[in-house]
């Protein structure tokens, strides 16, 4: 095995939707923390401050992310899911269908996949028909902080 071949598997508390994996997942906070950040180009994004953010001060456009605890039934385990707004107009979607029938997006599975690469990458949320059993007493990862 080179370098370029390994099969990297880590067990990080972020939830990563690769091309080709789809992961399937039950959303276990009943509201996401809405953050705010800046684009840092190839490094990770900065968490925005506020009204008197540096970035924002100097005209750095922020964008709008959710964050919330995730039930991933791949890893079996609790991960934080981080996403935009792509994602966040499909769960809103979702979550509006399910109310219309008298169910919560937190006892619905979704299957969560991506498309593509980079600034390409295109992801689709999709209810499953059958929920797995989550396991009980859970600890969840506290989201309100700045990682």
């Known amino acids: 095995m080179s370098y370029s071949n390994m099969d990297v598997?880590?067990?990080?508390?972020?939830?990563?939707i690769v091309s080709?994996?789809?992961q399937d997942v039950r959303i276990l906070d009943a509201a996401?923390?809405?953050?705010?950040?800046?684009?840092?180009?190839n490094k990770a994004p900065a968490n925005c401050s506020g009204a008197?953010?540096?970035?924002?001060?100097?005209?750095?456009?922020?964008r709008q992310k959710f964050l919330c605890n995730v039930y991933n039934h791949t890893?079996?385990?609790?991960q934080i899911f981080k996403f935009g707004a792509s994602i966040a107009k499909q769960l809103k979607n979702i979550s509006k269908t399910l109310e219309e029938e008298g169910q919560s997006i937190l006892n619905v599975d979704l299957k969560i996949e991506s498309q593509g690469e980079g600034l390409t990458k295109k992801y689709t949320v999709t209810p499953r028909m059958t929920a797995k059993p989550v396991p009980e007493g859970l600890k969840l990862h506290d989201v309100g902080v700045p990682f």
């Open 20 to 22: 080709g994996d789809p």
């Open 32 to 41: 996401p923390v809405e953050v705010f950040e800046h684009a840092q180009g």
């Open 9 to 16: 598997k880590s067990k990080s508390k972020f939830l990563k």
């Open 75 to 78: 890893m079996k385990s609790v």
């Open 52 to 62: 008197m953010c540096d970035y924002c001060a100097a005209g750095d456009e922020k």
